[in-house]
């Protein structure tokens, strides 16, 4: 898997979990995912991207998004998670953390709840 469908995997897992309004359109934006590329220095998974504006939607500066993700573990111990950036009513970030000492890579969407 790739790292634009694996982004697109996730993001729709995790936009999937919570009522959340605006989800309809940030779900279209799926689709026009493009130019990732690492948003972080210190090696993890952390991805910014380009989705296409939707015309009519004006937005704000970079936004949390109140949906989540958690990396678990071969194991099933949970090692890190995820967080989703919107800016300018576009979807452009997502964020992985450790709860480590290690940088995490952009996950397998089997292994995040």
Do not use: W
Not at 9 to 14: E, G, K, R, T, V
Not at 50 to 66: D, K, M, Q
Not at 88 to 98: Q, T
Request: aromatic share 6%; glycine share 8%; proline share 8%.
């Amino acid at each position: 898997m790739d790292d634009v469908m694996r982004l697109r995997a996730l993001l729709a897992d995790m936009l999937d979990q919570v009522p959340l309004e605006g989800a309809d359109r940030y779900r279209r934006q799926l689709t026009s995912i493009a130019n990732p590329r690492s948003s972080c220095a210190c090696g993890c998974g952390s991805t910014s991207f380009t989705t296409a504006p939707e015309p009519g939607f004006e937005g704000s500066n970079a936004v949390l998004l109140p949906v989540h993700g958690m990396i678990a573990a071969p194991d099933d111990d949970y090692v890190g998670g995820l967080m989703v950036y919107v800016k300018s009513g576009c979807l452009a970030d997502l964020e992985v953390y450790s709860m480590g000492d290690l940088p995490l890579a952009l996950p397998d969407p089997a292994h995040v709840t």
